[in-house]
């Protein structure tokens, strides 16, 4: 992501590794955080499960979290989670 641009409300991680998407998701909660926006979605997709089940244990732990949730079926579905950043 060039520096100097506000990240979207959408990270796409889907097709990535366990290794690629958590570093990924780190730095884009905190690009997000910085720059305000207070709820995104994390696209992880459908597939076997594995990166959607290791990004919602991750999730509560990262400091910047203040909860999140399974996008509704118009918001995504089982392959999205919405994530909402302390203020």
Do not use: N
């Not at 399974?70 to 995504?76: D, K, L, V, Y």
Request: aromatic share 6%; hydrophobic share 35%; proline share 8%.
């Amino acid at each position: 992501m060039d520096s100097s641009a506000s990240p979207e409300p959408e990270l796409d991680l889907h097709c990535l590794t366990v290794d690629e998407a958590l570093p990924r998701l780190d730095q884009y909660l905190y690009e997000a955080y910085v720059v305000g926006i207070p709820s995104v979605r994390v696209v992880h997709g459908k597939g076997t499960g594995t990166l959607r089940q290791v990004v919602r244990e991750w999730l509560p732990r990262h400091h910047l979290v203040k909860s999140f949730r399974p996008a509704e079926p118009e918001e995504g579905g089982g392959g999205v989670t919405i994530v909402e950043l302390v203020e």
